[in-house]
């Protein structure tokens, strides 16, 4: 496959459009979709608050839909549609709307196939940004994932990086189950090396993204960069990290995390979620449970603390764990069972 650096928000239009060159069924939906396209505002054309989805109103007519401002309406249409034979894309945009519609994704979206004895299929994919760090707010730069993972029947993916994204939103629409898009909308400008190809990356597989002998770092979406900054740092100090991205969080690949933990005996978590019942707080809980005898140290998590995102840049930027929190948890672990 051919490879190009294209950016996080390119890798995801990129898959949206082969998707809908590929199978007529998918669609999309939501609020600003289309940017304006087709209207007397055309001009202002962007594609979804972080321009996601432009160019592709013009490309697919009648497939881009513009919805009113009702996030209950309009994931509710997009799990209807879906049990009638498309394929739709919703954009929740901001994941902090998710209470308006948690009933649709939570009672329906998620339980239909099991209520129904495996009849009926979902095959809706609902993108969502999370995370802060662009100072939106208490009320636009929540990390509420872990949500989701909870709710038996979702499928919940976290990508990276661009190549990450391109591949697991393709899995993602094709996939028969409801799947729960977890885009961080720091990283839509970074950049990484992508196939212009359409590839599919399977869902509960993690990556490897560097190995290491001393302690494992499962990092997950945004925090999968600051782990990588962090290895590179412990191993100018002599302590080799191995840091895996789960990639989706459900299903979670704890086979990969475990064959990790029994190699170095020491594991570190990073999670930008709230601390309380979050992703790092579950896979602790579960390498505790099934590694415990693995373990030559206490497992350190590494979260923001336990109360709203600030506003004030200052503020928000000591809210939001580093490189050098990992660095710091990880040299701990290390020192702690020498």
Known sequence: MAN??????????????????RD???????????????????????????????GLFGRFPGRVLDTPISESAFIGAAIGAATRGLRPVADLMFMDFVG??????????????YMSGGKARTPVTIRA????????????????????????????????????AKGLMIQAIRD??????????????????VPEEAYTL??????????????????????????????????????????????????????????????????????EASPRCNVAADISAQVVSAAFGDLKAPIRMVSPPHTPVPFAPCLEDLYLPGAEDLARAAKFVVEWSR
């Not at 308006?100 to 196939?113: E, H, P, S, W």
């Not at 782990?227 to 459900?250: F, H, K």
């Open 129 to 164: 940004m999370y995370g802060a760090g662009l100072n939106f707010g208490a009320q636009h730069s929540q990390t509420p994932y872990p949500i989701f993972a909870s709710i038996p029947g979702l499928k919940v993916v976290v990508p990276a990086g661009a190549y990450a």
């Open 100 to 113: 308006v519609c948690l009933d649709q994704i939570m009672n329906q979206a998620a339980k239909l196939r």
């Open 176 to 193: 028969d189950d409801p799947v729960i898009f977890c885009e961080h909308k720091v990283l839509y400008d970074e950049k990484g090396d």
């Open 202 to 271: 399977p869902f509960g597989e993690a990556s490897v993204e560097r190995d290491g002998d001393d302690v494992t770092i499962v990092a997950i979406g945004r925090m999968v960069a600051l782990a990588r900054e962090a290895a590179a740092d412990l191993a100018a100090a002599g302590v080799s990290a191995e840091v895996i991205d789960p990639r989706t969080i459900s299903p979670l690949d704890l086979d990969t995390i475990l064959e990790s933990v029994a190699k170095t005996g020491r594991l570190i978590v990073a999670d």
């Open 24 to 54: 007529e069924t998918v669609i999309i939906l939501g609020e600003d979709v289309a940017g304006g396209a087709g209207t007397p505002g055309e001009d202002d054309a962007y594609g979804g608050a972080m321009g996601v989805t432009r």
């Open 4 to 21: 190009r650096k294209i950016s996080y928000r390119e890798a995801i239009n990129e898959a949206l459009v082969q998707e809908m060159e």
